[in-house]
């Protein structure tokens, strides 16, 4: 079989498994499962069998094309290099575990069969995502990710909190979408065809006529998609999904996009210094503000939502300093470490019966309760922090590497301020991604009061799949680092000595001052009144699933989110170092900075007053004229009903009136009168 074929395949499969597992899911349910897996893991085998083809040389293409258009002609096209090789494969793989970790998580859910479906579909999509050759077709997989996301993160759809982040997802997304699309007509109609070897081809050349006008237009699409400022606010409430979405939106699909697309199509951002800096300050401003607002959630899963929203951060600022491999190298690792974080977290919450950090607090032995979440998420935590020698340290330290070349003037493919503002809130990111990280394990962890009830041991679908990602997150940099530069553009991927310490030595100055702050606050805590038990009688009526050893976890965490206020009456005073580090600063950040409080004040509510005022000049207007056209007939035809009595003598005396009328009015004209 050729590897064109294989590479066909690849989207394919996962494709066919989510049309089946629609079709056969209410009257065959014993397949669901299989159709779900089974796709996903031979798009997995197939995409390693396309990468070691490839083998990091000249790309793999080929075309066809899709019908003419009379202009700017469309193909469906294949063009695989040796990371798109690469990212199709972590995609595979990250969602081969989701759809068998979902298996064991949502065992009990009456909707797992159209959620494996679309997460089957939404595999597919961002598969094709990756090895299109195309814009046009790489845009359909990427709105069928939009369509896929609403959907999946509505999947608790009977919780307010569900409904309107689905909206707010797929909202927002759009709303970067309109100006990426205009974008893409407009790079597509300078280059004479969508085919993305041709628009790099006319980038060389200089055959684009708007660069920096076409690079400003698309990274609002990818700003939206990959949830950067300030079309960032959505990935936060999106945690309203399913535990196990959340992991492949933030792994290794939707978010992953714009930062793929980006690095596709790198020259054409190059081609505009000013857009160069414009994404280094969108980065910047990313990394940064997402790193204070993760220290100050109190829900574990917005804490991990923050972090991948920093995490892309340095991906788009690597882009930003013209190193599109290190920020692919990112990506990677960031997949895997990323995906176990999220998977672990619904182990957790399953175990504590809430996904409110303070409250775990409150508990004590919940580590216990859950050990292979317990070690597998101490392993992610310490890749998120960047900790030597675990994956994190190795591609985020290639980041701050590139951003310094940058400053340095080492480079030619960015300003060199582009690279003083990556390395600088890189930094600075840094210290905070390992403060939050030490605030989240000491929180779940090392809380201390009411023993955390005993759910038994997870399903074994869930365990394996936490222990299975663990090992790239703790080995995949170190082994990756020297062989990835022959996938990439040839550039160097090793740490370089002043960014590793100044990055490694601010990562435990954040843990260190994160744990500090926990010790004091837990002094603190102490002092006040012991808080009483946890009550979790919630469970055994809402659902017989969640209080036994065999409980449904999605069904626990459904109702985690729609009692999100746990039962304790002195979360205040639980012990939580975010609110000694930021101060005055934390209230701000748990709320987002009031970001959606800004956008609702410039553009919901004057959106909102125009459709009122539209709608009242419709009504009070419009109406008035139309009801007004009506009523001069209506009149007119009760003023001829009114002579219309049925009384024969009038009709004649009415004739013989109007005879007479007549007869004067011609003998007046007659005689000339």
């Not at 401003?285 to 939502?305: C, E, F, P, Y």
Request: some cysteine.
């Amino acid at each position: 079989m050729t590897t064109t074929t294989l590479a066909v395949l690849v989207p394919l499969l996962p494709f066919l498994g989510a049309a089946a597992g629609l079709l056969l899911g209410r009257t065959a349910p014993g397949f669901v499962r299989p159709l779900a897996v089974l796709p996903a893991l031979a798009s997995l085998v197939l995409a390693a069998l396309v990468a070691v083809r490839q083998g990091g040389g000249p790309a793999i293409e080929a075309h066809t094309q899709l019908t003419p258009t009379g202009s700017v002609p469309i193909d469906l096209a294949l063009d695989i290099g040796g990371f798109a090789a690469l990212v199709a494969v972590v995609v595979a793989f990250v969602a081969t575990c989701v759809q068998i970790y979902s298996t064991g998580y949502l065992r009990d859910d009456p909707r797992y069969p159209s959620y494996a479906a679309l997460v089957s579909l939404f595999t597919s999509a961002m598969l094709l995502v990756v090895y299109s050759g195309d814009l046009m077709v790489l845009l359909v997989g990427w709105e069928v990710m939009g369509i896929c996301s609403y959907f999946l993160v509505g999947h608790y759809w009977e919780t307010p909190e569900a409904r309107a982040a689905s909206l707010k997802a797929f909202l927002v997304t759009k709303l970067g979408d309109v100006p990426f699309l205009i974008g893409l007509f407009a790079l597509g109609t300078d280059a004479g065809s969508f085919r993305i070897t041709r628009v790099l081809g006319a980038v060389a050349s200089g055959g684009i006529d708007h660069p920096t006008l076409i690079a400003l237009l698309l990274l609002a699409g990818v700003a939206g998609k990959s949830a950067q400022f300030p079309l960032h606010t959505w990935l936060p409430d999106a945690m309203a999904g399913p535990t196990p979405v959340s992991a492949l939106i933030h792994a290794a699909t939707m978010v992953a996009a714009g930062v793929y697309f980006v690095a596709r199509l790198l020259p054409v951002f190059e081609a505009s210094r000013a857009a160069m800096v414009v994404l280094a300050v969108m980065a910047a401003v990313t990394m940064a503000g997402s790193g204070l607002a993760a220290l100050a959630q109190d829900d574990i899963k917005r804490v991990l939502a923050y972090s991948t929203i920093g995490q892309l951060g340095y991906m788009t600022g690597a882009l930003a300093v013209g190193d599109r491999g290190a920020a692919v190298f990112h990506l990677l690792s960031h997949g895997a470490f990323k995906a176990l974080l999220f998977l672990a977290a619904g182990v957790i919450i399953h175990a504590a019966g809430t996904n409110s950090l303070a409250a775990m607090s409150r508990m004590s032995h919940l580590r216990d309760r859950v050990p292979d979440a317990y070690w597998t998420m101490t392993v992610a935590l310490l890749a998120l922090a960047a900790i030597p020698p675990f994956s994190g340290f190795f591609s985020k330290e290639s980041v701050l590497g590139a951003a310094e070349h940058a400053a340095t003037g080492h480079t030619d493919h960015a300003p060199g301020s582009a690279g003083w503002i990556v390395l600088v809130a890189g930094l600075l990111t840094a210290l905070l991604t390992a403060a939050y990280a030490t605030r989240l394990w000491l929180l779940a962890f090392r809380g201390r009061g009411a023993e955390a009830p005993d759910h038994g041991r997870q399903p074994l679908t869930m365990t394996v799949v936490l222990w299975v990602l663990a090992v790239p997150s703790l080995a995949f940099g170190g082994l990756a680092y020297r062989s990835l530069p022959g996938w990439f553009d040839g550039r160097d991927l090793t740490p370089t000595l002043l960014t590793s310490v100044l990055g490694t030595g601010l990562a435990l100055v954040g843990g260190l001052l994160a744990y500090g702050a926990w010790q004091r606050t837990s002094a603190l805590a102490a002092r006040t009144p012991a808080a009483p038990a946890p009550s979790f009688e919630w469970e055994s009526l809402q659902g017989e699933a969640a209080a036994h050893p065999e409980g449904d976890a999605s069904l626990v965490e459904a109702h985690a989110l729609a009692d999100h206020g746990p039962d304790y009456r002195d979360l205040a005073h639980a012990p939580d170092p975010g609110r000694l580090l930021l101060g005055p600063l934390y209230r701000h950040a748990a709320a987002g900075f009031h970001l959606d409080a800004v956008y609702a004040a410039l553009f919901v509510r004057p959106v909102q007053a125009g459709a009122s005022l539209v709608r009242f000049l419709d009504s009070a207007v419009v109406d008035t004229y139309v009801r007004g056209a009506a009523a001069l007939p209506r009149l007119l035809g009760a003023a001829v009903r009114r002579a219309q009595t049925g009384n024969v003598q009038t009709y004649v005396s009415a004739l013989l009136a109007g005879t007479v009328v007549l007869a004067v009015a011609v003998l007046l004209v007659a005689t000339g009168a």
